[in-house]
């Protein structure tokens, strides 16, 4: 609700559309990121864990900060990892300083598994438009990114 208290700011005509395309593209990049990674039985979004467990290798990670490093919530998490641990490709483990809390960690199939989705991976991104892109605008981009946060 809008209260008529609340400070406001002029808002430019373009900036709704701008932000719903902006995430209605970003929607249908990951659609095909999935389908894409689909044929080696792997989300999207399990690549991404998959992906900071092998950064996390030797110490694991737990599963709120797994769900903060790539964006979902604890509980998405723990349903992602599930598949995975029952595929022997992640361990769960209880943290020896703090029992109520596990740490996953990633299994040498979930390294091959990781390795796996690679080509597929890269063959999706060289298909992307950024690959046109000069450096410096792939740069301006980014740079711009945590504004958006």
């Given at each position: 609700?809008?209260?008529?208290?609340?400070?406001?700011?002029?808002?430019?005509?373009?900036?709704?559309?701008?932000?719903?395309?902006?995430?209605?593209?970003?929607?249908?990049?990951?659609?095909?990121?999935?389908?894409?990674?689909?044929?080696?039985?792997?989300?999207?979004?399990?690549?991404?864990?998959?992906?900071?467990?092998?950064?996390?290798?030797?110490?694991?990670?737990?599963?709120?900060?797994?769900?903060?490093?790539?964006?979902?919530?604890?509980?998405?998490?723990?349903?992602?990892?599930?598949?995975?641990?029952?595929?022997?490709y992640v361990?769960?483990?209880?943290?020896?300083?703090?029992?109520?809390?596990?740490?996953?960690?990633?299994?040498?199939?979930?390294?091959?598994?990781?390795e796996d989705?690679?080509?597929?991976?890269?063959?999706?991104?060289?298909?992307?438009?950024?690959?046109?892109?000069?450096?410096?605008?792939?740069?301006?981009?980014?740079?711009?990114?945590?504004?958006?946060?």
């Open positions: 609700m809008y209260h008529a208290s609340m400070k406001t700011t002029q808002l430019m005509p373009h900036t709704e559309s701008t932000v719903f395309e902006f995430l209605e593209t970003a929607s249908r990049l990951e659609r095909r990121l999935d389908r894409a990674l689909s044929i080696r039985g792997i989300s999207f979004s399990e690549f991404r864990l998959l992906k900071l467990l092998i950064a996390t290798e030797a110490i694991g990670c737990s599963r709120i900060e797994l769900a903060t490093a790539v964006g979902l919530t604890p509980s998405a998490v723990t349903r992602a990892l599930k598949p995975l641990e029952k595929l022997g361990t769960t483990s209880r943290n020896v300083r703090d029992a109520r809390q596990s740490l996953a960690t990633i299994t040498a199939a979930g390294e091959q598994l990781f989705t690679q080509g597929a991976m890269r063959d999706l991104l060289v298909s992307l438009p950024f690959s046109g892109l000069s450096r410096q605008k792939i740069t301006e981009f980014q740079t711009r990114l945590p504004d958006l946060q």
